[in-house]
């Protein structure tokens, strides 16, 4: 018998991206109802997923050794007394399930044996009743009959104990919890853009209602909520977990750059990395106290004292995902005084930076539409971000990187985008170089219109001005509207 999961959980089961699953239900080829696919028509599409064995350890051997099996063993396992509410909370499941079977075959049998009794008074002539007594027997003879397992079911309930489905209200966003993470984390992991401030459980700020489902508290809090707050049903995503398999949350996610506050951090310098002969790596990690909150492509201002003070704007060129360390991709420019220092050796590892952000609103828009993003240079900085953040969300059908050079070095993370491509089906970048900005961004147009140029795409372009001008009168020229084109301006 078929049964209907989640358009989440189904790619969870299948192995694919989500947006790749919700193209193939818009596509007609996966039973949809209400947002729920159909576990039949899934194992149609993918038939690799069908276990065909006989016993149940045949089963559990063959789940072991198939690629769900291998994508279960590389999860992290969530805490013993996450997984043992999670298992108690199954076996209440199936202990209620239990019971309600055995009273429906006693009533079954009740009304059976009613109608043989009502036969036997009738002379046991009575058409009607020999004919239901028989669709009885019958039916009752198909719900005792042994009938192959869901191999998907089985699969949805190994699924359950390791990891959960959380769902936000009002947004609908949903993310999984996998291991040790918390909420709060996992949520950042997937790209939601949930209210938080120390991440430690001392201020407060992401406090959520639980409004179905449990959770269970993974850390230490200082943050005291109040008895109402608590009767509510209110915790502190920042150190709770999902102790059950579907989780349900009210919170407020920030909209857009004008819910992030501005914040001034105290980082230090994790590491330096030489990326190309005039690109460099700057690492910095926040305490663990005091996290930068911050949307992908938006920049930050940067300021180093070695005798004097030096401040400059870079973009953040990491995830928000990953709030604590914060990458930056620094060129030589002589006008640029951190950047200066870094290359002169006068920052080292361990050295303090100081932090004011975020700024800019070069962001994600909503939507599920292509991505297709244009870089000039060190413009690879936030488009990066953006990309990460775009692969977390899970939402767009597919990505292109559009990327010019006009230094030797230009191309300084190549590496990355060919792991991308590798390893991501709906990722493709294309590499161009050019001296000459302006004469590049004519290349690197022809190659859009040529390549993967729709419309109905969101356009993300940044680089200096002459690269971001040209591009940007291209695409309007060629019809797309002008709220799809984001533009970041680098100097």
Same mark, same amino acid.
């Given at each position: $018998?078929?049964?209907?999961?989640?358009?989440?959980?189904?790619?969870?089961?299948?192995?694919?991206?989500?947006?790749?699953?919700? #193209?193939?239900?818009?596509?007609?080829?996966?039973?949809?109802?209400?947002?729920?696919?159909?576990?039949?028509s899934l194992l149609a599409l993918y038939p690799q997923l069908?276990?065909?064995?006989?016993?149940?350890?045949?089963?559990?051997?063959?789940?072991?050794?198939?690629?769900?099996?291998?994508?279960?063993?590389?999860?992290?396992?969530?805490?013993?007394?996450?997984?043992?509410?999670?298992?108690? #909370?199954? *076996?209440?499941?199936?202990?209620?399930?239990?019971?309600?079977?055995? @009273?429906?075959?006693?009533?079954?049998?009740?009304?059976?044996?009613?109608?043989? @009794?009502?036969?036997?008074?009738?002379?046991?002539?009575?058409?009607?009743?020999?004919?239901?007594?028989?669709?009885?027997?019958?039916?009752?003879?198909?719900?005792?009959?042994?009938?192959?397992?869901?191999?998907?079911?089985?699969?949805?309930? $190994?699924? +359950?104990?390791?990891?959960?489905?959380?769902?936000?209200?009002?947004?609908?966003?949903?993310?999984?919890?996998?291991?040790?993470?918390?909420?709060?984390?996992?949520?950042?992991?997937?790209?939601?853009?949930?209210?938080?401030?120390?991440?430690?459980?001392? !201020?407060?700020?992401? +406090?959520?209602?639980?409004?179905?489902?449990?959770?269970?508290?993974?850390?230490?809090?200082?943050?005291?909520?109040?008895?109402?707050? +608590?009767?509510?049903?209110?915790?502190?995503?920042?150190?709770?977990?999902?102790?059950?398999?579907?989780?349900?949350?009210?919170?407020?996610?920030?909209?857009?750059?004008?819910?992030?506050?501005?914040?001034?951090?105290?980082?230090?310098?994790?590491?330096?990395?030489?990326?190309?002969?005039?690109? $460099?790596?700057?690492?910095?990690?926040?305490?663990?106290?005091?996290?930068?909150?911050?949307?992908?492509?938006?920049?930050?201002? &940067?300021?180093?004292?070695?005798?004097? *003070?030096?401040?400059?704007?870079?973009?953040?060129?990491?995830?928000? !995902?990953?709030?604590?360390?914060?990458?930056?991709?620094?060129?030589?420019?002589?006008e640029d005084p951190v950047a200066t220092r870094l290359f002169e050796g @006068?920052?080292?590892?361990?050295?303090?930076?100081?932090?004011?952000?975020?700024?800019?609103?070069?962001?994600?828009?909503?939507?599920?539409?292509?991505?297709?993003?244009?870089?000039?240079?060190?413009?690879?900085?936030?488009?990066?971000?953006?990309?990460?953040?775009?692969?977390? &969300?899970?939402?767009?059908?597919?990505?292109?990187?559009?990327?010019?050079?006009?230094?030797?070095?230009?191309?300084?993370?190549?590496?990355? !985008? @060919?792991?991308?491509?590798?390893?991501?089906?709906?990722?493709?970048?294309?590499?161009?170089?050019?001296?000459?900005?302006?004469?590049?961004?004519?290349?690197?147009?022809?190659? &859009?219109?040529?390549?993967?140029?729709?419309?109905? !795409?969101?356009?993300?372009?940044?680089?200096?001005?002459?690269?971001?001008?040209?591009?940007?009168?291209?695409?309007?020229?060629?019809?797309?509207?002008?709220?799809?084109?984001?533009?970041?301006?680098?100097?």
């Open positions: $018998m078929a049964q209907w999961v989640s358009i989440w959980r189904a790619a969870q089961l299948a192995g694919v991206p989500r947006a790749a699953l919700q #193209r193939r239900v818009r596509a007609g080829e996966i039973e949809e109802n209400d947002g729920m696919v159909s576990t039949q069908q276990l065909e064995t006989a016993g149940l350890a045949d089963r559990v051997a063959q789940i072991r050794d198939e690629a769900f099996g291998r994508r279960v063993r590389e999860r992290l396992l969530p805490s013993q007394e996450v997984l043992a509410q999670r298992l108690f #909370r199954q *076996s209440q499941e199936l202990a209620d399930l239990q019971r309600h079977l055995q @009273r429906y075959h006693a009533l079954v049998i009740s009304l059976r044996d009613e109608l043989r @009794r009502h036969q036997q008074q009738a002379g046991g002539d009575d058409a009607r009743l020999l004919a239901l007594e028989r669709e009885l027997t019958s039916g009752l003879a198909r719900v005792l009959a042994t009938e192959p397992v869901d191999a998907l079911h089985v699969m949805d309930d $190994m699924l +359950k104990l390791i990891s959960a489905q959380v769902t936000l209200r009002p947004s609908g966003h949903q993310f999984t919890v996998e291991g040790h993470d918390s909420l709060l984390q996992a949520g950042l992991r997937a790209g939601i853009n949930l209210n938080y401030g120390c991440g430690n459980g001392s !201020c407060g700020i992401c +406090k959520v209602r639980v409004t179905s489902g449990e959770v269970a508290r993974s850390g230490h809090s200082d943050y005291p909520l109040s008895e109402a707050e +608590k009767a509510q049903g209110y915790v502190l995503a920042c150190v709770h977990t999902a102790a059950s398999s579907e989780v349900t949350l009210e919170t407020l996610e920030a909209g857009g750059p004008a819910d992030i506050p501005l914040q001034q951090i105290t980082a230090t310098v994790r590491a330096l990395r030489p990326l190309g002969t005039d690109t $460099m790596l700057l690492h910095l990690q926040t305490p663990r106290t005091h996290r930068l909150r911050f949307l992908a492509g938006q920049s930050v201002t &940067l300021a180093v004292a070695d005798g004097e *003070s030096a401040q400059a704007r870079h973009p953040v060129a990491s995830c928000p !995902c990953d709030d604590r360390n914060l990458q930056f991709f620094l060129r030589r420019d002589a @006068r920052v080292r590892p361990g050295d303090p930076v100081t932090v004011w952000g975020p700024h800019g609103e070069f962001t994600l828009a909503g939507g599920s539409q292509p991505l297709v993003f244009v870089a000039c240079d060190h413009g690879f900085g936030p488009v990066r971000s953006l990309i990460e953040h775009a692969l977390s &969300l899970d939402a767009a059908p597919s990505i292109a990187l559009f990327w010019l050079a006009t230094r030797a070095d230009g191309h300084f993370l190549a590496n990355q !985008c @060919r792991a991308w491509s590798a390893a991501l089906d709906p990722f493709e970048y294309n590499l161009f170089s050019d001296s000459d900005p302006a004469a590049g961004a004519l290349q690197v147009g022809r190659a &859009l219109r040529a390549d993967v140029f729709q419309i109905d !795409c969101a356009f993300y372009l940044a680089g200096p001005v002459e690269f971001v001008m040209t591009i940007g009168a291209q695409l309007s020229e060629a019809g797309v509207p002008e709220a799809q084109i984001h533009t970041e301006v680098l100097p």
